[in-house]
């Protein structure tokens, strides 16, 4: 191929991941929006600092040691310990405009921090996810601090196995854009941070019932589900990593196509069963079968039949639905609904994967299940940790008065009049 | 030309139409924002979930029939009856890595489902238009049937008459990217439907003068009007279909260009008119002239004279806040503005092509009556017999209480007192 | 090089353009959301009027008369008096399907008026710092006088000394996308306008002492914040202004990495002042933490070491949070922290290009100085004949009541009962 050629192809593939990283970078706001709609408006606050902070403080950890341990030089298990990623030789003598080996430059096929700022959004996906599943009782500085521990070496490890080509990649372990790498896992990081940190005050009645604590912006938590659309075709999308053949572009295609598809059946599939067990159309549970379509859809969605994506989706907002009363009858409290979307729904997904293609189930099972135990442990003994020393659930008056108050100081809305304040001014 | 740059040509243009269906997508959530924060707070939460379930059950409907019936072997009136849209022979052989015969993978120009999934968000913006004008009285199952019928059966038949190249394409009419198309068609919808289904209880006072009925979040509609404005640039800029030549990409270039200039003449005009009329700036109509500015550029966004589409913008925001008061004379409550800004000036935009290229005015003129009286009967009939069916709008307990409350079971601000809890308390 | 390649040069080129001017365009709303959640409810719905109709009327005027005074002929100082940019010979032959010197289309490299559009959005963006800073107190139409002089004249004219090729850039001033020509500048208007105008009655308590003035809206001055952060990558990334070479890519591939990077850096910089300072986190001075890391790093995003970007865009959250109290003591109320993070963060961004590049300092210094002695300059003297004449200040009155009301005749958010209302009815 001609060096023309190869430098539009370079040129090609990387836009695709800057384009690809940037909606990426923009589920950062959408699950703060969807988080914020969620939680009560006294808790809403924190939820917006959590999520920026724990946007930038996943970029920041991922970069300083995240990446190295996930790409760099991965046997089976893991990769390097070391600090940064910085532009090769190469690439440093373009920048600075002395002569460059073209075909050494080109070989790599990208410029190296394109990929690394697409892997570093990813952290953030995973990061947020766990956020809100701990929204309103956990402790702000005690989540930060798992949330450095999960982007620095859990959520690399689990890469490593897999994207980073160690033991379940050789395996022929198949996540296209990471049902289970990245929902999975920020899914049972959740999970059992969730369950630690014990139900919110009030949840449950004297007789064990659930009490209704409402979402506090329902425009706000749909414009969170519309943004994670939106940013996923991005998310999807640039997963394909190039873009720089007739391949690479018709993956492309069928990635957003079935992608769009398997969240409308999530949207479809929710509505119809929340119409069957409750008798009413639950438009929380219809938002969350959008993102457990998405999320069942993100280990395979190349698959060349569409039906087959709008099937994966339809089972994904089916489960997440059933999954809600479970986690509830455990005394799970999940604010958001975080477990059922990225945890059920991810595990759908990767499995589906060994449905519907030629992937095989097993690897997949194995996948699964080996990622699982791996978070849930890991994660187990980081929340465990935490709790013994900082502390992980704020006090009870904190609970009650609100997180906004107690910790920030401030109030997500402090001139509009709350049903509480007029209660407590009575 | 050598194969590699057609293969770079298909590889633009396959992108550029997932580029630009990415931000038509992302137009639902303007239309959802824009529309949460025009009704009144007890009509939100139902105007979210309408939105996303439309989005969702409009792609679902195109992609089972609507795009084979648009598209798919069109004579003069319509295409075939035919279930779903799979990717080529060729195209399947590529996605499974087999040997694939390249001249005639690249002779479609781009991959296959890139352009069904941009037909496909178009539907939705469609379909979304009718949904602002009949809110906080219609009957949601109601109003999803019609979506249904909407987007199977009416907008695929005007679109074949025309980008499916039907009698009306064939005779010359013109319209760029769906001035009359997707807007007017959306807006005749609309307009029959908000007339039939009458208007909100209050709206009109003993003396058949018009009672103020506030926009309850002024912010979330502003914000609803720069996604669709953002969105827009991809709505009409991906209207191109192809990125393989200077003259593609010029024609994008001034497509972005005229586009966002004839919104400025939106906000412009309205902001003017409305000094003049009501000696006051009204935020509203500023909106409502930035969309119809857009609407209006819609039909003919490749003039090459700037200042035309500025001027065309600009007559779009005079024409919608002109129609504003003239609806509610005839007592159609059209809550968010929909058929001024997305019928009267889709019209005016069709025709303007006429006056500014040298496009036939009267050939526009006859594009602008078929699709009206087609869609204006054919909605005419569904909206009828869902009425007698059905019916079409809710109890007047149900509207007195929110449709939040009585179709959903929650309130969109639970916490926020409202002033009208306030007066139910004393 | 083929004629093929210089083809496909130009459509990415364009597209490169038209893709980022429509993140910029974006960012229009994330000003919007930003200062409609920091100001208060009441005076919530003139921040939204505003902020579309100076994104209307800052591309009107720039299209009108600024964008050839910044780029047409520029000798050293200014360029052309001349109404509007319309497309060259050549593609206006393209666009309408005659025979093209493509020799002569191609040397442009791009098609003129997707330049025009990207600088277009970009003085959207200058003008939008002002609004914040003034908000509460400020006539809505002087304001928009005031834009209208800026974009037509200030702006440009330091537009001209430096990226129109004016003495600035001649003398080796670098600013490669504006932290002193768009934020300082805006920064400077603001700056003296807010001073001029005077703080909101009421922020200063009779023993001088700051009074507290909560943001109305958390979570939507979050949003404004990740909007900004999302559509500055495009900011930055399309300030590359090409891509079609592999320095092009490399090129834009490390800014969107510095870019991302320097944002991070400013919120963990806020963030740990925060609490230092206040032993407490404060998070809207983390979210303007954010956007002063994306302002300091934004004269020199192409950087190699992205070390250096997240020094850089760290120290720019500690000016930013530095500078507040500063400017509080000076009893200059800047509403929205316009002054900390476009200014005092613009400022040294602009100087830490002359520290970490081989950039000379003291030329940054003399381009920080130059540009900010003639936009304060000339701002005052517009500031000034716009007091002398239609008057600055709303009345006390309107102060108190909102602008919402006595300039819009409208709340932005009516139906939610505010603290104000029951002590007013009590």
Redesign the interface.
């Known amino acids: 191929?001609?060096i023309?050629?190869l430098?539009?192809n370079?040129?090609?593939n990387?836009?695709?991941?800057?384009?690809s990283?940037?909606?990426v970078?923009?589920m950062?706001?959408g699950f703060?929006?969807l988080e914020?709609?969620l939680v009560?408006?006294k808790s809403?606050?924190v939820?917006?600092?959590k999520?920026?902070?724990l946007?930038?403080?996943a970029?920041?950890c991922y970069?300083l040691l995240g990446y190295n341990l996930m790409f760099k030089d991965v046997g089976l298990w893991i990769g390097t310990l070391d600090f940064?990623v910085?532009?090769n030789i190469e690439?440093?003598k373009?920048?600075?405009?002395a002569n460059?080996n073209?075909q050494k430059?080109?070989s790599t096929g990208?410029?190296s921090?394109?990929i690394?700022?697409f892997q570093?959004v990813f952290v953030a996906t995973t990061a947020s996810i766990i956020s809100g599943a701990l929204a309103e009782r956990v402790k702000?500085w005690s989540f930060f601090i798992f949330i450095a521990v999960f982007c620095i070496f859990i959520y690399p490890t689990v890469g490593a196995w897999t994207w980073g080509n160690g033991w379940l990649s050789q395996m022929g372990f198949k996540d296209f854009a990471g049902s289970t790498i990245v929902h999975s896992a920020g899914g049972w990081a959740a999970l059992f941070g969730a369950w630690l940190v014990g139900p919110r005050s009030g949840k449950y009645n004297k007789n064990g019932k659930v009490v209704s604590t409402?979402?506090?912006?329902?425009?706000?938590?749909?414009?969170g589900?519309?943004?994670l659309?939106?940013g996923w075709?991005?998310f999807n999308?640039g997963s394909v990593l190039s873009?720089?053949?007739?391949?690479?572009?018709?993956?492309?295609?069928?990635v957003?196509?079935n992608t769009?598809?398997a969240?409308?059946g999530g949207?479809?599939s929710a509505?119809g069963l929340s119409l069957l067990l409750y008798k009413?159309?639950?438009?929380?549970l219809?938002?969350n079968g959008?993102i457990a379509g998405l999320v069942a859809i993100t280990a395979g969605p190349?698959i060349?039949?569409?039906?087959f994506a709008?099937i994966i989706g339809s089972i994904g907002g089916v489960l997440s639905t059933l999954a809600i009363p479970v986690l509830e009858k455990f005394k799970i409290d999940d604010v958001v609904g975080a477990v059922p979307a990225h945890l059920v729904s991810g595990i759908w997904g990767t499995l589906a994967v060994g449905i519907f293609t030629e992937a095989s189930f097993k690897i997949q099972l194995i996948g699964v299940v080996s990622v699982g135990l791996f978070v849930l442990t890991s994660s187990a003994i980081a929340w465990l940790i935490i709790k013994w020393t900082l502390g992980l659930r704020v006090s009870s008056s904190s609970e009650f008065l609100g997180q906004d108050i107690t910790?920030?100081?401030?109030?997500?809305?402090?001139?509009?009049?709350?049903?509480?304040?007029?209660h407590n001014k009575q």
């Open positions: 191929m001609s023309q050629i430098e539009i370079y040129i090609l990387t836009f695709l991941l800057l384009f990283a940037t909606l970078m923009w950062a706001a703060c929006m914020s709609g009560r408006s809403t606050a939820i917006c600092l999520n920026i902070v946007y930038a403080g970029c920041a970069y940064f910085f532009p690439e440093l373009l920048l600075s405009g460059v073209l430059l080109l990208s410029f921090l394109a690394v700022f570093m702000m409402p979402a506090s912006n329902v425009p706000l938590a749909t414009l589900t519309f943004i659309w939106f075709l991005g999308g873009l720089s053949s007739v391949f690479d572009v018709a993956t492309m295609a069928i957003f196509f769009n598809l969240a409308v949207v479809l509505l009413q159309v639950k438009v929380l219809v938002l959008a190349d060349s039949n569409p039906i709008f910790e920030l100081g401030i109030e997500a809305y402090p001139e509009f009049l709350n049903i509480d304040d007029l």
